[in-house]
């Protein structure tokens, strides 16, 4: 895996030189390092011709793959970095149920049958994650207690009250905490309610990714890292997808980069936003500086326009991440923000050090959900899931594996688009992380 080099030692020069060598650390992700799943396969070399090819080493792809193996079908999937390259590696960690945007407003953009099947089959998502984890015995460090989505002031309190009368509508067995309550589980006094799932957890993510790679292997399938898709075509009555040593001859074919695509290197590479969320992780917490944070271990975010999140890890770090990139000039407000976002939420850990720090990159699609698009015979593209690639992500990978198996859209839980654009998509990312950063540079000043 391919860690972003973060030279010149600026973002983190807010703290010690053990933070400021994080800044020239080339394997500064957490979950590189803490990964105990070991994966490794090599490039493609030669001609394969098999059923179905899938591009793309993510959650989405894996799944897919892993099913259309245990369904009997030949299978190679195509990393050109390793797997968990993109977001998949470079995650949060919360295994939520469902989606960003709530019921009522799915239903708004995909109509009261399509939005009301697709929050149902999200919704589900977390049982589907942990129990691909027990089915192989992924060792990646699952935590099922629930996520807390936290308000961070009086109007994200009533957003988290809508948000609750929404899903209890739907049948969710959310719980609404008032402020007193959410403190008491957050360990922080910031907090002012919190909107409880049980469903959801937390996982080491990098780890998941590797486990359902080396289970899609056990089942049959062809893994190749280090082999991009240079060209992808239909000649021939078969998909083609050339590598750098080798080519794959496939009858069908699923895309699942997301916002890691070989952008416009190929035609059905998909448009989306491409919006950056980074994170830092402090030194493992001794017992006494941890004290009351998150003692049920569940996972944080809140609900702020530029949100935040937080979380900890099975070594006791705390991992807290915000949306922005680390590698522009202007990204030392986004370091900078993280240790002055961790003493204003817990504010005895003054004091402690960052030993990660590292961002990845969210798709978001023109609807701000899950979209697939139709790129040819037996041809299918999965993106935009808004920074809910864990449950997400598996679930439309195992559909789009099963639909592709039956020869039917039936399994799929939204119904593809023929076409799919988002004008102005590059704009928008650049109007994102100046938001992203103007809003760091500015808040959580003490």
Same mark, same amino acid.
């Given at each position: 895996?391919?860690?972003?080099?973060?030279?010149?030692?600026?973002?983190?020069?807010?703290?010690?030189?053990?933070?400021?060598?994080? #800044?020239?650390?080339?394997?500064?992700? =957490?979950?590189?390092?803490?990964?105990?799943?070991?994966?490794?396969?090599?490039?493609?070399?030669?001609?394969?011709?098999?059923?179905?090819?899938?591009?793309?080493?993510?959650?989405?792809?894996?799944?897919?793959?892993?099913?259309?193996?245990?369904?009997?079908?030949?299978?190679?999937?195509?990393?050109?970095?390793?797997?968990?390259?993109?977001?998949?590696?470079?995650?949060?960690?919360? /295994?939520?149920?469902?989606?960003?945007?709530?019921?009522?407003?799915?239903?708004?953009?995909?109509?009261?049958?399509?939005?009301?099947?697709?929050?149902?089959?999200?919704?589900?998502?977390?049982?589907?994650?942990?129990?691909?984890?027990?089915?192989?015995?992924? %060792?990646?460090?699952?935590?099922?207690?629930?996520?807390?989505? /936290?308000?961070?002031?009086?109007?994200?309190? *009533?957003?988290?009250?809508?948000?609750? *009368?929404?899903?209890?509508?739907?049948?969710?067995?959310?719980?609404?905490?008032?402020?007193?309550?959410? *403190?008491?589980?957050?360990?922080?006094?910031?907090?002012?309610?919190?909107?409880?799932?049980?469903?959801?957890?937390?996982?080491?993510? =990098?780890?998941?990714?590797?486990?359902?790679?080396?289970?899609?292997?056990?089942?049959?399938?062809?893994?190749?890292?280090?082999?991009?898709?240079?060209?992808?075509?239909?000649?021939?009555?078969?998909?083609?997808?050339?590598?750098?040593?080798?080519?794959?001859?496939?009858?069908?074919?699923?895309?699942?980069?997301?916002?890691?695509?070989?952008?416009?290197?190929?035609?059905?590479?998909?448009?989306?936003?491409?919006?950056?969320?980074?994170?830092?992780?402090?030194?493992?917490?001794?017992?006494?500086?941890?004290?009351?944070?998150?003692?049920?271990?569940?996972?944080?975010?809140?609900?702020?326009?530029?949100?935040?999140?937080?979380?900890?890890?099975?070594?006791?770090?705390?991992?807290?991440?915000? #949306?922005?990139?680390?590698?522009?000039?202007?990204?030392?407000?986004?370091?900078?923000?993280?240790?002055?976002? #961790?003493?204003?939420?817990?504010?005895? =850990?003054?004091?402690?050090?960052? %030993?990660?720090?590292?961002?990845?990159?969210?798709?978001?699609?023109?609807?701000?959900?899950?979209?697939?698009?139709?790129?040819?015979?037996?041809? =299918?593209? /999965?993106?935009?899931?808004?920074?809910?690639?864990?449950?997400?992500?598996?679930?439309?990978?195992?559909?789009?594996?099963?639909?592709?198996?039956?020869?039917?859209?039936?399994?799929?839980?939204?119904?593809?688009?023929?076409?799919?654009?988002?004008?102005?998509?590059?704009?928008?990312?650049?109007?994102?992380?100046?938001?992203?950063?103007?809003?760091?540079?500015?808040? %959580?000043?003490?």
């Amino acid at each position: 895996m391919n860690v972003i080099a973060l030279g010149g030692g600026s973002a983190l020069a807010f703290g010690a030189g053990r933070e400021r060598a994080v #800044m020239d650390s080339h394997h500064s992700n =957490l979950w590189q390092a803490s990964c105990r799943e070991d994966f490794r396969s090599a490039a493609l070399e030669g001609a394969a011709e098999v059923d179905l090819v899938v591009i793309g080493g993510g959650y989405t792809g894996l799944s897919a793959a892993l099913t259309a193996a245990e369904g009997g079908a030949r299978v190679v999937l195509l990393e050109g970095e390793r797997i968990g390259h993109g977001g998949s590696g470079r995650n949060v960690g919360l /295994c939520n149920a469902g989606l960003w945007l709530p019921p009522e407003e799915i239903t708004k953009r995909l109509g009261k049958q399509q939005g009301g099947r697709l929050s149902q089959s999200l919704g589900a998502a977390p049982d589907m994650v942990y129990g691909l984890i027990e089915k192989h015995g992924i %060792d990646c460090e699952p935590v099922r207690n629930g996520t807390l989505h /936290c308000a961070h002031s009086a109007a994200g309190k *009533r957003d988290l009250e809508d948000r609750h *009368r929404q899903l209890r509508a739907i049948g969710a067995p959310v719980e609404l905490l008032d402020a007193t309550a959410a *403190r008491a589980r957050v360990g922080s006094g910031r907090v002012k309610g919190a909107l409880f799932d049980p469903r959801a957890g937390t996982i080491q993510p =990098l780890a998941f990714a590797k486990g359902l790679a080396r289970a899609a292997v056990a089942a049959g399938a062809r893994v190749f890292e280090q082999t991009p898709a240079l060209s992808v075509g239909w000649e021939n009555g078969k998909w083609e997808v050339a590598t750098p040593e080798g080519t794959v001859f496939a009858k069908s074919l699923i895309q699942a980069t997301n916002a890691y695509g070989r952008r416009d290197s190929w035609v059905h590479s998909p448009r989306m936003v491409a919006v950056s969320y980074f994170q830092a992780a402090t030194v493992p917490l001794s017992e006494a500086q941890r004290g009351g944070i998150l003692p049920g271990g569940e996972g944080c975010w809140d609900t702020a326009q530029v949100m935040s999140s937080w979380r900890l890890d099975q070594a006791g770090r705390l991992v807290i991440g915000g #949306m922005g990139q680390l590698d522009h000039l202007a990204s030392r407000a986004h370091a900078n923000w993280v240790r002055r976002k #961790m003493l204003r939420m817990f504010p005895a =850990l003054r004091g402690v050090a960052f %030993d990660y720090l590292w961002h990845g990159r969210i798709g978001l699609s023109q609807i701000y959900l899950p979209q697939i698009l139709r790129i040819g015979p037996g041809g =299918l593209s /999965c993106f935009g899931f808004s920074g809910r690639g864990i449950g997400p992500g598996t679930v439309f990978g195992q559909a789009m594996a099963q639909a592709i198996l039956e020869d039917s859209e039936r399994p799929l839980p939204v119904t593809p688009v023929d076409r799919q654009d988002f004008p102005w998509r590059r704009s928008k990312t650049v109007f994102y992380e100046a938001g992203a950063t103007l809003t760091h540079l500015l808040r %959580d000043r003490v």
